[in-house]
């Protein structure tokens, strides 16, 4: 089974610093990885996603990610953090079976400070 | 529509009572998912359809949960003798298809709280 661990549940940073909230994962073959934001009181949205190719990543909102399968990971970065990018961040990969079960664990609360 | 809709966005109820939730996916969509987010925790799952057959529904608690799908489009979540401890954010995401590597665009839920 795939599973990913979120090893910080809050990541603090001021406006205008780099940010990185960290995802590690364990899978057996080739792994599709996804981050999800949720921004307070909506829905998730898609940030973006590794499915195979270049290990650097970029998504939406000047996000990107770089999968390293010798670290098993795939951490969110941003050079430049807003505050408007505070939420909740998701890392998730879909379940082995063929379809998209999106298991999300309790995910890491972004805070960035004026 | 352009994104996923469900109604109601909030709902009050007591306990014992009979709920039904409803998801408007993206049209042209052929997989939906339900998700139940309680306050603090991630998103879980608990069913996927893929056009009207529930593909997999291996996340529903329990036999007072129940999904339907007729006509490929809209869902409908519908909880039997609610309990206080089904109180949660009620998400729906549909997608373009089966495969893993599909994005899931989610909807803004509906919040349920039982009294």
């Known amino acids: 089974a795939q599973s990913v661990a979120q090893p910080e549940d809050q990541v603090n940073v001021a406006e205008g610093n780099p940010l990185t909230v960290k995802c590690t994962y364990s899978v057996s073959g080739n792994p599709y990885l996804f981050w999800y934001v949720q921004y307070p009181n909506r829905g998730l949205q898609f940030l973006l996603k590794y499915i195979t190719g270049d290990n650097l990543v970029k998504g939406s909102y000047g996000f990107e990610a770089e999968f390293n399968k010798s670290q098993t990971s795939f951490h969110l970065k941003k050079p430049s953090a807003l505050v408007s990018d505070s939420a909740l961040y998701f890392c998730?990969?879909?379940?082995?079976?063929?379809?998209?079960?999106?298991?999300f664990g309790t995910g890491t609360r972004l805070l960035v400070s004026p | 529509g352009a994104g996923v809709s469900q109604t109601p966005s909030n709902k009050v109820t007591e306990k014992g009572k009979y709920v039904e939730l409803r998801c408007d996916p993206i049209?042209?969509?052929?997989?939906l998912y339900w998700y139940r987010q309680s306050l603090g925790q991630g998103p879980e799952f608990l069913i996927y359809f893929q056009g009207t057959g529930a593909a997999d529904d291996s996340g529903l608690p329990n036999d007072r949960f129940f999904a339907v799908r007729p006509e490929g489009s809209v869902s409908t979540l519908k909880i039997q003798r609610t309990e206080r401890g089904d109180s949660a954010v009620y998400l729906c995401?549909?997608?373009?298809?089966?495969?893993?590597?599909?994005?899931?665009?989610f909807g803004a839920g509906s919040r349920l709280t039982v009294l």
């Open positions: 995401a549909s997608g373009s298809g089966p495969s893993g590597a599909n994005v899931l665009t």
């Open positions: 049209s042209g969509h052929t997989a």
């Open positions: 998730a990969p879909p379940t082995n079976t063929g379809f998209q079960k999106l298991v």
